[in-house]
């Protein structure tokens, strides 16, 4: 039911950078909407990660980066570490169901 | 630091009803817009609810509407959620969210830890 897609997981080794991409559609994240990541650790609540496309809130390592580009959008984590093991969520707003959205989510694995 | 404690979650039957509490404290409840996001076990994050700050204006998911009504409490700094006519696809974690600014392109950024609902006979 999910508007914007996510691949299930990603893996990299310590210290590599990886990627996660959020491709939405023309009446969300190609609409102008802004993106938001949130990071969720097994039986906890998500939190922030980044907003408003590319913004880290305090306390979030700079490791951590956005960017957002036509219909889609994209998180990077460089120097990986184990303790970024967790589930990423993407989010914005869709303009055709008048709802926000959340992307299906990806798994980081640190190999 | 804004907190955000959900309550209220429990098992109940098809068809039953359940309401759910979040109680918000460390900032100024009144001043900001809220949700109610939740999250099937093993599945992903899906908005249920939305209300402005002066309850002029709710918004559900199509999966909710006509059975959940959200609600709020300025005074008791205090959101709920009333969820009617229960179907075991409601089974998740509901969870009260804070919206940061007063725009559609605004991020949750304040969560609680979420309360288990769970739909089974």
């Known amino acids: 039911q999910s508007v914007l897609t996510q691949p299930p997981s990603v893996s990299g080794a310590p210290g590599q950078r990886v990627t996660i991409s959020c491709t939405g559609s023309s009446s969300n994240i190609g609409a102008g909407y802004d993106v938001h990541w949130y990071q969720q650790f097994p039986g906890t609540a998500p939190k922030l990660l980044i907003y408003?496309?590319?913004n880290r809130p305090s306390g979030v390592p700079d490791r951590f980066s956005g960017s957002k580009s036509g219909t889609s959008a994209s998180l990077a984590i460089t120097g990986l570490q184990a303790e970024d093991e967790a589930d990423f969520y993407c989010?914005?707003?869709?303009?055709?169901?008048?709802?926000?959205?959340f992307g299906t989510g990806t798994k980081v694995t640190v190999l | 630091e804004a907190q955000l404690v959900e309550s209220g979650g429990d098992l109940v039957q098809p068809g039953g009803s359940l309401r759910l509490s979040c109680a918000a404290s460390?900032?100024?409840?009144?001043?900001?817009?809220m949700n109610w996001v939740r999250q099937a076990p093993g599945k992903g994050l899906e908005w249920v609810s939305y209300i402005t700050r002066s309850s002029s204006l709710m918004y559900y998911a199509d999966s909710v509407k006509g059975r959940f009504t959200i609600s709020r409490d300025n005074a008791k700094n205090s959101l709920y959620l009333e969820m009617n006519s229960l179907r075991a696809e409601d089974t998740a974690v509901y969870y009260c969210?804070?919206?940061?600014?007063?725009?559609?392109?605004?991020?949750?950024?304040?969560w609680g830890p979420g309360t288990l609902v769970t739909v089974s006979s």
């Open positions: 460390g900032f100024t409840f009144s001043s900001f817009s």
């Open positions: 969210a804070r919206l940061q600014f007063l725009a559609w392109t605004s991020p949750f950024d304040s």
């Open positions: 989010q914005s707003y869709d303009v055709s169901l008048s709802t926000f959205v």
């Open positions: 408003t496309n590319n």
